[in-house]
């Protein structure tokens, strides 16, 4: 048999025992079958890479997004989410049908979900930034949502609005505790951190640090002294990466503060390079700085 590619199988929905039906001739599977489109119906849905409520959290889908479902079994969806591809396995309770379309995302760091337009009444859930609504109505400073709860139309915006300095966004979540896997307001770990920042701008990223690494902006020449970078500029290491907010200084959710926070650059660079880390805080040398063309 002729050997096949190999696929990253962090983007690859496909088992022994079954595939997505377009990858036939590219994967081994007993059976394939179609994908069945959802939208997350959970604040935040974790996705592990096992059925099971203790299997490692690879990634999280934020209300609204959208993923698509090959299996359902013992109340797990082994799923792809659409935005980032990121393969892996939703409680299925978190998923709820694919219509209607979102119209609108949440703008604001978190914003809740109230039973009426009344900012009284008990708050139903939080959605995080990022979080997709499909807005039936106003109602005064409310936004009706399709499912019936209201949110408040200040913290959304239309899909289309974007945010184009994205690391003042990546400040928004300055504190926030660090979650290997995490994408939400509530923790999120060092490429969540960069991917929901740059999604705010209009710019769709992949989940990990070093499939941003590949995919994202320019390279940029790594001076000895750290010299001649930018706000916004991406900084990798071998399974890290920060943006900077200016010539000298770092935003990074890592593992070793345990949240998002600023610091020099070079003090990073040093910390890291000596090993005086542990995980979520990368690796060794910076290996990469990339730049992207609307950075501001």
């Known amino acids: 048999m002729t050997d096949l590619p190999r696929l990253d199988p962090r983007l690859t929905p496909a088992r022994p025992d079954l595939a997505d039906e377009r990858l036939r ?5 007993a059976r394939y079958v179609p994908g069945q489109p959802h939208r997350i119906a959970a604040p935040v849905a974790p ?3 096992a ?8 990634s999280e889908a934020l209300f609204g997004e959208a993923a698509t479902v090959y299996d359902l ?4 969806a082994f799923a792809q989410l659409t935005a980032d591809g990121y393969v892996g396995y939703l409680p299925a ?7 209607p ?12 979900l109230y039973p009426a337009a009344d900012l009284k009444r008990p708050a139903l859930a939080a959605l995080s930034l990022g979080a997709r609504v499909t807005v039936a109505a106003q109602e005064g400073a409310y936004a009706r949502l399709s499912d019936g709860r209201f949110a408040w139309a200040g913290h959304l915006a239309p899909l289309e609005a974007i945010e184009p300095d994205f690391a003042a966004t990546a400040l928004r979540f300055l ?3 660090y979650l290997w896997g995490g994408r939400s307001s509530l923790g999120l770990d060092c490429s969540g951190l960069v991917q929901t920042a740059l999604a705010a701008a209009g710019i769709p990223a992949p989940r990990d640090s070093d499939q941003q690494e590949a995919a994202l902006g320019e390279a940029v020449p790594l001076c ?13 290491w071998r399974g890290h990466v920060g943006m900077m907010l200016d010539e000298s200084h770092l935003i990074h959710a890592n593992g070793h503060h345990m949240a998002v926070a600023i610091e020099p650059l070079a003090e990073a660079e040093r910390r890291i390079r000596a090993g005086r880390t542990g995980p979520g805080t990368g690796d060794g040398a910076i290996r990469a700085i990339r730049r992207l063309a609307c950075a501001t």
Do not use: C, I, N
């Open 224 to 236: 000895p002294d750290l010299a001649g970078l930018r706000r916004g500029d991406l900084v990798f």
């Open 101 to 112: 379309a979102p119209t609108h995302r949440v703008s604001s760091l978190r914003t809740f």
């Open 47 to 49: 996705l592990r890479r």
């Open 93 to 99: 309770e978190a998923l709820g049908p694919a219509d």
């Open 73 to 76: 079994r013992d109340g797990w």
């Open 175 to 177: 504190g926030t505790p």
């Open 25 to 29: 001739g590219q994967v081994e599977a």
């Open 51 to 58: 059925p099971d409520p203790v299997a490692g959290l690879d």
